[in-house]
């Protein structure tokens, strides 16, 4: 009867342990470079939704502008332009210009916030973002205003959207409801029109 393990055995009992901590060290590896890009992916999320409250606080501010004004609210899929009156920098409660735009530089596809002609936001965001309009009974339209039943001539100011959305393919990672209905002060020269 003899004790111990030939070299035989031993050699074989080190390999399958090699063999085991190599699965598992591959598998440790994977399971980090996963947990990495999560993380990367997270932190972009989080800063772009960080970076666009102020945006949607402005566009919740939307105010409709004069029916003859230079900045009354139009829209398409990748730009929208009106009014706010709680824009990012300036005075409060004053009207701001602002422009919404989804364009692509440097190879990327960018949300990019403009308020008064400066650039004050700008955000990566997936290929296929669109810009999209909601009326106040819910319907969608790719451009506001909308091109059928819309006659803006006995109006005093142009009707704004219910809703201006932002949509990441099926999702809208920003959505905002002007609240307000009426827009601006009557100006003087304007009394013929209302009366």
């Not at 004790?3 to 050699?11: D, N, R």
């Amino acid at each position: 009867m003899r004790s111990g393990f030939t070299l035989i055995e031993a050699l074989v009992a080190l390999v399958i342990a090699a063999l085991i901590t190599l699965v598992l060290m591959d598998t440790l590896s994977a399971a980090t470079g996963h947990a990495t890009r999560i993380e990367a992916a997270t932190r972009a999320h989080t800063a772009r939704t960080l970076a666009l409250i102020p945006v949607t606080r402005a566009l919740d501010a939307t105010v409709p502008d004069y029916h003859d004004g230079d900045n009354v609210f139009t829209g398409n899929a990748t730009l929208a332009r009106g009014l706010t009156l709680a824009g990012i920098v300036g005075r409060a409660a004053a009207p701001s210009t602002f422009e919404l735009e989804i364009a692509e530089t440097d190879g990327a596809v960018r949300l990019i916030y403009r308020e008064n002609g400066e650039t004050l936001i700008n955000v990566a965001v997936p290929d296929g973002a669109r810009l999209a309009y909601r009326d106040p009974a819910g319907e969608e339209y790719a451009v506001w205003p909308p091109e059928d039943g819309f006659d803006p001539d006995p109006l005093y100011y142009r009707p704004i959207p219910a809703a201006i959305l932002v949509f990441d393919g099926e999702n809208a990672v920003l959505a905002a409801a002007p609240s307000r209905t009426t827009g601006l002060t009557l100006r003087t020269r304007d009394f013929d029109l209302v009366l």
